[in-house]
């Protein structure tokens, strides 16, 4: 497995729509596609969603189909775009040759792969529909079919999509995507050997071409500029609108351009070096000057790099601390567009104005949390969840005391990562409380042990819907390798599943049942199982309220050997 792609199919899955994408998502689909991709001799590309009561093409499609054809070609491979006579113009205007409804491609052109984005496939009834469920079959050609004959002659086919209604949904069940409004009625039954879902279509297109950047250990990605000018072109000369709005404008699904840029982005800082690796001092920029930015100012000077303090608020500088400048009230671009590096902190959205200029300028964005994690040399602990991080590594600091060692704890609403690793007496390992605000941007970020304690509804202003919650919640173990270890609620059914998606072991806690590996209560007494014993510690009556935090210490305890009496 490679940790920076599933951190790549983990941010693509992000879902403005709330049709629960990352959990239909099929876990390692964009890998295998990739790897697939970088075998193929000819691939053609197909793309183009009609709105017909707009009368042009959807901007949801034609620009991932572009991404992902430039990608293909600076990989040497020959690429072929193809659509119906209603959504050519949206290539024409991006000067991409493109083979209009060809029936003989598959003969004719010998492609080795087939990919479709944002291209809708027949249902059961053999009619195509929009996401309304309104019949469409009037305005689609059946592109489909190039896909059902690839698969019966042996090609390699691909299908992204974001709503069940496109080529590739096949390999989601009907009843699956019952999940989301009019699931089975628009699902569509045309599978393909690989199934990619994304938020966005465009996304999953960037997201493998980003993949296959991973692999050929070299970006593939266009600037943001590029970006933004084909969409342009895409609006302005070929008359694509927004497939909600039904707009002429420069935006995807009712989402700003700035949230596409921002996606590509995020997925480029999945390929590119840190900047923190160069192994020379760097400009830094602070962005926000809270308890968390002083920290990150105070470790970056450290280490030799010239920071840059920006805050709404004044600043006062800590005893001992030279900056390269100082900006208060407000971000400005002037101020940090020529730094290196930006280090955000929490409070500081990832949809904020200046994130938005940053990332337009290609300047590298990352939370404290993930800067200070790659300079971190210890092993850590990292615990998320709704309610109970901070208890539970205090409980965990506990027992570490109770058996003679000393636990390093911070984190959320304690001192941050950049705060431990000033403090010359820091423990190996550590422990921290992880909020979703910090896992929104992690790149490398890899706790030795993480831990899921629960969700519940907080922080939707910020994550619109608890299934996109839980996915901020996962990038936790995004980075995970086959000795890491993830502990996970067993008892609650939404955050079983993302054992699933884990590419290291799974442990898992329960307050009502005896589990496989884990631990799990009795009457008075708590049972861990890690590998073949079971081990008992005898306790006090627990409170179902609080069995997470409690449980999960007793396993970390077990595998740190400081678990106190047992029999």
């Known amino acids: ?22 959990e239909l998502a099929i876990a390692d689909q964009l890998r295998l596609a990739a790897q697939s991709l970088r075998l193929a001799r000819r691939v053609g590309i197909v793309s183009g969603f009609f709105i017909a009561d707009a009368g042009a093409g959807e901007t949801d499609g034609p620009p991932g189909a572009k991404v992902l054809g430039d990608a293909l070609a600076q990989l040497g491979i020959p690429v072929d775009y193809i659509t119906d006579s ?21 003969t004719r052109a010998q492609p080795t792969h087939l990919v479709s984005i944002e291209r809708p496939g027949r249902g059961r009834d053999g009619r195509y529909r929009n996401m309304k469920g ?18 019966r002659i042996g090609l390699t086919t691909i299908g992204i999509g974001d709503g069940g209604n496109e080529i590739g949904m096949g390999n989601v069940f009907a009843e699956t995507l019952a999940a989301i409004p009019l699931g089975k009625q628009i699902a569509s039954i045309v599978a393909t050997d ?91 920029g602070v962005l926000g000057y809270g308890e968390a930015g002083r920290a990150a100012a105070q470790l970056l000077s450290r280490q030799g790099h010239r920071v840059r303090i920006s805050d709404h608020g004044p600043v006062m500088l800590e005893s001992g601390l030279t900056v390269d400048g100082v900006e208060t009230g407000g971000h400005t671009i002037e101020f940090l567009g020529g730094c290196d590096l930006i280090v955000a902190s929490p409070g500081v959205r990832e949809d904020a104005p200046i994130r938005d200029e940053l990332h337009q300028r290609g300047v590298p964005v990352m939370s404290e949390l993930e800067m200070a994690s790659q300079l971190c040399p210890y092993a850590m602990i990292a615990v998320t969840g709704t309610i109970g991080k901070r208890t539970t590594v205090e409980l965990m600091q506990r027992l570490f005391r109770r058996a003679g060692r000393e636990l390093t704890i911070g984190g959320n609403r304690g001192r941050p990562l950049s705060a431990l690793l000033l403090d010359e007496k820091v423990s190996d390992p550590l422990a921290l409380a992880v909020s979703s605000f910090q896992l929104e941007s ?30 901020t919640k996962s990038r936790i173990f995004m980075n995970h390798r086959p000795d890491d270890i993830l502990i996970l609620p067993y008892d609650d059914e939404r955050l079983r599943p993302l054992a699933r998606k884990h590419r290291g072991q799974t442990l898992f806690i329960s307050a009502r049942q005896p589990v496989d590996r884990g631990a799990w209560i009795e009457g008075n007494h708590i049972f861990v199982r890690i590998d073949e014993e079971t081990k008992t510690i005898p306790t006090f009556q627990i409170s179902a309220e609080f069995s997470e935090n409690i449980l999960s210490v007793a396993i970390v305890g077990q595998i740190c050997e400081i678990a106190g009496n047992h029999r």
């Not at 920076?4 to 990352?22: M, Q």
């Not at 970006?227 to 072109?233: E, G, H, I, N, V």
């Not at 890899?446 to 899921?452: N, T």
């Open 194 to 284: 690989f199934c990619i879902l994304a938020g966005v279509s465009n996304w999953g297109a960037y997201g493998l071409a980003g993949a296959l950047s991973v692999l050929a250990g070299r970006d593939l990605l266009p600037t943001p500029q590029q970006c933004a000018q084909d969409f342009d072109r895409m609006v302005r000369v070929g008359g694509a609108v927004d497939g909600v709005s039904h707009r002429r404008e420069c935006s995807v699904d009712g989402l700003p351009l700035s949230a596409s840029l921002r996606m590509l982005e995020n997925i480029r800082r999945q390929i590119a070096p840190s900047p923190l690796s160069r192994g020379v001092p760097i400009r830094i």
């Open 1 to 22: 497995m490679n940790p920076r792609i599933t951190s790549i199919e983990n941010l693509i899955a992000s879902d403005p729509g709330g049709r629960n994408v990352f």
């Open 86 to 106: 209603r959504n050519a113009p949206l290539f024409a205007a991006v000067d991409r040759e493109v083979l209009v409804e060809p029936t003989d491609y598959l």
């Open 134 to 151: 309104a019949d469409i079959t009037a305005f689609t050609a059946p592109l489909d079919e190039l896909f059902i004959e690839a698969s």
């Open 442 to 471: 992690v790149v490398h970020f890899r706790p030795h042990i993480a831990v899921m304690l629960n969700i519940n509804d907080a922080h939707l202003d910020r994550h619109r819907s608890v299934a996109e919650y839980i996915r």
